[in-house]
């Protein structure tokens, strides 16, 4: 019998049961860990080697890459982002990475700035990963009249390049080649609602306008303001200004009211409609601004003026 605290009693083995990666700190990956003993094999033997690849293609499920959709994930009336959303499906019960990158981004033709997802980016194991390729879209490199552009309810894009992925048998590479469309961002309406008149007098008039802005796109875009020259029943009677709107909700309705002096010796046909109350014609002449793109603003509707 060995006494307690012999030498041989000393080398007994301690039990860790927690697995370590060659620096000692955190568990060493699936995908990592078979790279590595397909590199051993190797080094061993060129009929190892083969066996072992022979093996891992045998065991490895290749991924699959599938297009989702091309959406916006930031508009306005001077440019907008364009995000195509790819979905890689990995059926191996560990995680894959990114391995190079290779993406062109094209609108009406013409190329512009596509960004990237990152290299080394995690595919997560026995599921589905989102691939976003985000592509900044300035629409006065696309037409030479913005406006033009703004008119129409698509604009055409198409997609080049690949993607490879990371596996134990290799990189993999899948096409990102894609054509299709995307929604142009739409200029605002606006109308006027029944003005009201707050206060009159022999010779001036302070009217209340109110302004209804909609966005007609189902995505929020900035309104840095609306301004223009207002006429009343054919006369000029001053400028209105709404400062800046803000974002407009996807779809929603804004109204903003701007009070204006309106001076009868120079107006007296806007004098006359105030007066007698009923109707008039209002005009608003000028420019609606998003983010730094101004559209021009030419507004004419007949309005029930209310005392």
Same mark, same amino acid.
């Given at each position: 019998m060995r006494a307690k605290g012999s030498p041989l009693a000393s080398k007994r083995p301690s039990v860790n049961p927690r697995r370590e990666g060659p620096s000692g700190d955190t568990p060493m990956p699936t995908m990592k860990r078979a790279v590595l003993v397909l590199a051993a094999l190797c080094f061993t033997t060129f009929s190892g080697c083969a066996s072992l690849q022979k093996t891992l293609k045998g065991v490895f499920k290749k991924p699959t890459l599938v297009f989702k959709k091309a959406r916006l994930s930031s508009? %306005?009336? =001077?440019?907008?982002? &364009?995000?195509?959303v790819y979905e890689v499906n990995n059926p191996n019960g560990f995680g894959l990475e990114l391995a190079s990158i290779d993406y062109s981004f094209f609108v009406e033709g013409k190329q512009v700035v596509a960004g990237k997802p990152k290299k080394g980016l995690d595919l997560k194991a026995n599921g589905k990963s989102e691939l976003v390729f985000p592509a900044n879209v300035k629409f006065a490199d696309i037409a030479p009249v913005v406006e033009t552009f703004l008119n129409k309810d698509r604009a055409l894009f198409k997609a080049q390049g690949s993607v490879g992925v990371q596996t134990p048998i290799g990189v993999l590479n899948f096409p990102l080649e894609k054509e299709g469309t995307f929604d142009v961002p739409k200029i605002p309406q606006v109308s006027f609602?029944?003005? /009201? +008149? $707050?206060? +009159?007098? !022999? $010779? %001036?008039? $302070? &009217?209340? @306008?109110? !302004? =209804? +802005? $909609?966005? /007609?796109? %189902? @995505?929020? !875009?900035? &309104?840095?303001?609306i301004t223009g020259a207002l006429k009343v029943a054919g006369a000029d009677v001053g400028t209105l200004s709404t400062g800046n709107l803000g974002m407009l909700d996807g779809s929603g309705t804004k109204q903003v009211t701007l009070p204006l002096t309106i001076n009868f010796a120079r107006a007296a046909s806007a004098a006359v409609a105030l007066r007698s109350g009923g109707n008039a014609k209002l005009s608003l002449d000028g420019k609606l601004t998003s983010d730094t793109q101004s559209v021009p603003l030419n507004l004419s509707q007949l309005v029930n003026i209310v005392k």
């Open positions: 508009a %306005s009336l =001077s440019d907008a982002t &364009v995000d195509l609602q029944p003005p /009201r +008149i $707050t206060n +009159i007098g !022999l $010779t %001036s008039a $302070t &009217v209340e @306008f109110p !302004l =209804s +802005i $909609t966005n /007609r796109n %189902s @995505f929020p !875009l900035p &309104v840095a303001g």
